[in-house]
């Protein structure tokens, strides 16, 4: 059985891809120890084109060990993961985004902190990239617990990374007990991530190396929004802290949807009051568990939520840079 499993999600990534599959490929794991499943969603460019020929004439020792699965249509980001974790036979699964970039030893390091600590899910630190500078994201929790993970993931501010597959070596045995959400595109990762987490007995690893280089580019999941989506989302992360058995597994859920609200969908809404609240006023409830949420801003949103004022987008986002720095300057 092959120790590593790395599935990568190809869509619209052409410009990149070459690059990026190279920092893959050129892992320092033998070939019969990864394998990669490159699953293309229907994409609309070259990027399976680009794939397929880097493989068969750049890095041919690891054909063998490298699978190709074309979808007949375009079924999302999640979906798309779900087929390469089925197909995926190896100890641990991680994920790779076809736009980002690799240290040439990341899954070796990652592979023996696993083996050596017996961990279930093992994580390494960020580079973030936006294309001006790098920015080394700290991804190690306070404590090396499951809870003190999920609570890192669930209250952070919105791009941490966090709650990634991509920084994260997980065993494979957790994605049966777990399944990737279905018709959720945006944080369907790291509402994963908490629910193998809340698993009894989950045991964390990390190294604080910078492994993985997150390349941040303008129309990227990310960077839009989309309304029904984000429903879903909270609806799907309400359900699932309704089935949770411990109270900090329930609040933790609900910090989440609370965080989002404010980060995203209040931060970036363009409607009325009114709009706004027929949209998300079911999720009222949630407001107060945000732990990075200042209270004068959560006023504002259940205002919001209440139909009743919505600050234009401008001030929102100034009042949210002022207090994002008076944070970091704290």
């Not at 990652?110 to 017996?118: C, K, N, V, Y």
């Not at 790098?134 to 003190?148: F, I, S, V």
């Not at 999720?283 to 949103?301: C, M, S, T, W």
């Not at 919001?304 to 004022?309: I, Q, S, V």
Request: aromatic share 10%; with cysteine.
């Amino acid at each position: 059985m092959k120790k590593v499993s790395v599935i990568v999600a190809v869509y619209g990534v052409e410009y990149w891809i070459e690059e990026s599959l190279s920092s893959l490929l050129n892992q320092s794991l033998a070939p019969e120890q990864m394998e990669i499943i490159l699953v293309n969603d229907a994409s609309p460019d070259d990027s399976m084109i680009l794939a397929r020929r880097l493989v068969e004439t750049r890095f041919r020792e690891r054909l063998p060990y490298v699978k190709f699965i074309d979808h007949p249509f375009n079924m999302g980001v999640s979906h798309t993961r779900r087929d390469g974790i089925l197909a995926a036979t190896g100890d641990y699964i991680i994920h790779f985004d076809p736009d980002d970039l690799l240290h040439p030893r990341a899954y070796e390091i990652m592979l023996a902190e696993a083996e050596r600590t017996d961990a279930d899910v093992t994580l390494c630190d960020f580079l973030f990239d936006n294309g001006k500078r790098k920015t080394h994201l700290a991804q190690r929790p306070n404590e090396m617990t499951a809870r003190c993970l999920m609570e890192q993931i669930c209250g952070a501010q919105l791009p941490s990374r966090h709650g990634s597959m991509c920084n994260k070596l997980i065993r494979s045995s957790l994605y049966e007990q777990v399944k990737l959400p279905d018709r959720i595109n945006f944080c369907e990762d790291a509402m994963t991530v908490c629910s193998m987490l809340c698993l009894p007995g989950i045991k964390i690893a990390s190294t604080d190396l910078p492994l993985y280089t997150y390349r941040y580019r303008p129309g990227s999941m990310v960077g839009t929004t989309n309304y029904e989506g984000d429903i879903r989302l909270y609806k799907e992360l309400g359900r699932r802290a309704g089935e949770v058995k411990e109270v900090w597994q329930r609040d933790a859920f609900s910090a989440f949807i609370s965080s989002l609200l404010y980060h995203r969908s209040y931060l970036e809404f363009q409607g009325t009051a009114e709009e706004f609240a027929r949209r998300f006023g079911r999720f009222e409830i949630y407001v107060d568990f945000a732990v990075n949420v200042p209270p004068r801003q959560k006023k504002l949103v259940r205002r919001a939520l209440e139909g009743k004022h919505l600050q234009s987008r401008f001030r929102r986002r100034l009042a949210f840079a002022i207090n994002r720095r008076l944070h970091r300057g704290a």
